[in-house]
């Protein structure tokens, strides 16, 4: 079974600064996918980020970016330019590419923009 | 990105009522989505699997006659939980991944239900 980790339960950032989000999981797996889910408080899940194991460039979206080390099983998560609005939990997520699209999530990372 | 919708968004019901949970994929077919549950501050925790056209597959210690599962069409699947008690008050996520090459899942906005 596969496990994801998270172990920063809070964490905090000025606006306009950059902060990084850890995750680390575990699988016996080659073949998967990771991503990054937030959830303002308005509870809506959304995609931040995703990335294809079998891709050795690191995923970038914007301001957001990643660090997939697949050998230390690391997928941490890079917000740069920190805004108001990117307030929220933060989840990373597994999925297996034989799992039926089933997502195991870790913990999460509440993260607070303060002005 | 795909839409996914739920409804009701929350709902407050009788102690021993049943309470039926609509989550939808707007603009893409799902052959499964997924349930999810979450408690405040946690994260989210997969209840079920819901298949189109067959039985839902249930999570370990997830009571299947308290937790119906229909996926009646390729973009509809229904949650009812029956003779709700408090300890059923939670937000209930629903989720669907798209049939295409990146398999992405969209999820809904969520329900809150409360048991009175």
């Known amino acids: 079974a596969q496990t994801v980790t998270q172990s920063q339960p809070e964490m905090s950032v000025q606006e306009a600064e950059t902060v990084t989000l850890s995750c680390t999981y575990d699988?016996?797996?080659?073949?998967?996918?990771l991503f990054w889910y937030k959830q303002p408080p308005s509870r809506q899940m959304i995609l931040v980020i995703r990335?294809?194991?079998?891709?050795?460039q690191n995923a970038t979206e914007n301001r957001f970016s990643v660090n997939f080390q697949k050998a230390a099983k690391s997928f941490s998560l890079k917000i740069s330019d920190s805004q108001l609005g990117d307030t929220a939990m933060y989840f990373c997520?597994?999925?297996?590419?034989?799992?039926?699209?089933?997502?195991?999530f870790g913990e999460g990372t509440q993260l607070t923009v303060n002005p | 990105g795909a839409v996914v919708s739920q409804h009701p968004s929350w709902v407050i019901c009788k102690s021993g009522t049943s309470v039926k949970i609509e989550c939808r994929s707007l603009?893409?077919?799902?052959?499964?989505m997924f349930w999810y549950r979450q408690f405040p501050k946690q994260s989210l925790m997969l209840m079920a699997t819901?298949?189109?056209?067959?039985?839902?597959?249930?999570e370990q210690g997830v009571e299947k006659d308290k937790f119906l599962i229909n996926h009646a069409s390729l973009t509809l699947s229904t949650l009812t939980v029956t003779s709700a008690h408090p300890e059923d008050s939670s937000f209930y996520i629903c989720?669907?991944?798209?049939?295409?090459?990146?398999?992405?899942?969209?999820f809904g906005p969520g329900t809150r239900l409360t048991v009175l």
């Open positions: 989720s669907a991944p798209t049939a295409d090459a990146t398999d992405t899942q969209y």
């Open positions: 699988t016996s797996e080659s073949n998967y996918y």
């Open positions: 990335q294809e194991a079998y891709k050795q």
């Open positions: 997520a597994f999925m297996s590419a034989t799992s039926g699209s089933r997502l195991t």
């Open positions: 603009d893409f077919q799902a052959t499964t």
């Open positions: 819901s298949n189109e056209g067959s039985k839902a597959t249930y």
